[in-house]
């Protein structure tokens, strides 16, 4: 299941940044979300709305996991599986 997430994960974040016009560095579990990919507060906003959307959990809902805590793809990852196993 986690690589299903990932795969998610990154094609909403290429669809982020492809509405934006960012360039995108190769996607990695390490690549940080702010500081790589160049995510202003508005753009996390948008890819949280939009996984919210794709895979149908809220894992930020019940503030167990703030967003700040939130720095690559693999924390975003971690935190949907986490969310799925739940609901699940």
């Known amino acids: 299941m986690s690589a299903q997430i990932k795969e998610v994960i990154e094609n909403v974040i290429r669809s982020v940044a492809t509405e934006r016009d960012l360039p995108l560095p190769a996607l990695t579990g390490a690549t ?6 160049g ?6 906003a948008t ?12 894992p930020f809902q019940d503030e167990d996991v703030m967003i700040t805590d ?18 699940h």
């Open 32 to 37: 940080e979300i702010v500081d790589e990919l």
């Open 39 to 44: 995510f202003s507060s508005l753009l996390v």
């Open 47 to 58: 890819l949280i709305a939009n996984l919210e959307e794709a895979l149908g959990v809220d």
């Open 70 to 87: 939130i720095r690559t793809i693999q924390d975003l990852c971690d935190v949907y599986a986490q969310s799925l196993r739940r609901v």
